[in-house]
């Protein structure tokens, strides 16, 4: 895993559809809720262009970024929670998301939320890969 500008890249041992549908699933097992998928490859084929798989998965509970935006609404810019699923040039596929600690800092937040939510990510990152 590697941490660039409060980034987290986990390798994954799956292809990125499977990286997909195992992130879901382990969302799903936790009540979480997937507010959207954005397929940004598709988005490209769409007007000539190409581009590897690339999808954001947008995903979160309010019992936990409510507590962050009580602190500093201007977190909901950063929330719900994403996490990007990418395959790069030479077929590998990731996944990152932003390190709630990173974004906590940006925003000036303390919350015992933030531990959940690291704690939280990490382990969806693990599942999915």
């Given at each position: ?52 798989a ?8 309010p019992?936990g ?27 590998k ?5 932003n390190?709630?600690?990173w ?27």
């Amino acid at each position: 895993m590697s941490l660039i500008d409060g980034l987290h890249t986990v390798a994954s041992t799956r292809g990125p559809a499977e990286t997909l549908d195992a992130l879901e699933h382990a969302l799903h097992a936790r009540g979480i809720t997937l507010f959207a998928k954005i397929d940004h490859a598709a988005g490209a084929a769409a007007v000539g262009l190409p581009l590897g798989a690339t999808t954001v998965v947008i995903f979160g509970d309010p019992r936990g970024g409510t507590r962050l935006m009580e602190v500093a609404q201007t977190i909901g810019i950063d929330l719900p929670l994403k996490a990007l699923v990418w395959q790069d040039g030479d077929g590998k596929t990731w996944l990152s998301y932003n390190d709630p600690a990173w974004l906590a800092k940006r925003h000036g937040v303390s919350a015992p939320a933030v531990a959940a939510m690291t704690t939280l990510l990490a382990d969806l990152a693990r599942e999915a890969t």
